[in-house]
């Protein structure tokens, strides 16, 4: 029997790292997850065994120490995957292609009355910057993202006129708790549009636009963000959006003898609806 291999890849996961600035007495930090995969003609370290051609993958976890080191100030995410990518692609022939992706895991200064602390900071929420760089010999994709943006609102959301049948047993509501944990991936027409500004303008769109929008569905919010995006956004060729419908279920009071008057809920994230799209001009 002849066996071929149709795609193979192969990296390093999970590389952690914690990057400090040092000016001064203030300190900027910056920790990342980071993710390496090279994919290419590597079938006879498949086949035969032979890893004359392979790049050991804890070589990979060394440069990105090394890299990080070679400048004091902290990178965008994107750059630093650019470097990444384009330093192993150089010197790997034998890669065709090679994906970098990245996490950025948020930190805030600590505050101590009216000031900040120069060098002192308390670990954010579960949201997450992410990058994925992936470059080939004809050219580069770059996208950003965000994940874990937990967001909510109390109002101004419903869910009305949907297939019933007979084991449908939602029912219809016209003011309820939307919420969701936002996770998007937006993809730059060029290089040139990735700065940190653009990621905060983007984010905060996305934020506006969910927090004005008055919802008929989840999808019809998704779409609100994505199209707010793009407008303002020319620099972004395409977004996508995985959006979990996170449940807060009103609470039956009526059993006992109690109004529940819309203020009562409980909260489940199990199971739960997924809402995904992609939206480009």
Known sequence: MSVKILHNKYGKSRVRLMKVARRGERHEIQETTVHIAFEGEFTEVHTVGDNSKVLPTDTMKNTVYALASQTQEI??????????ANHFLTNNPLATRVIIEIAEHGWARMALGEQSHPHSFIKGSNEKRTAKVSVAREGATIESGVEGLIVLKTTESGFVGYIKDQYTTLPEVTDRILATSIKANWQYANADSVIGSTWNGIRQTIIETFAEHKSLSVQHTLYAMGEAVLEKFPGIAE????????HYLPVDLARLGLENGNQIFLPTDEPHGLIEARLSR
């Open 75 to 84: 990178d965008e995410i994107e750059i630093f995957a650019l470097r990444l």
């Open 239 to 246: 977004i996508s959006f995985s959006l979990p419908n996170i």
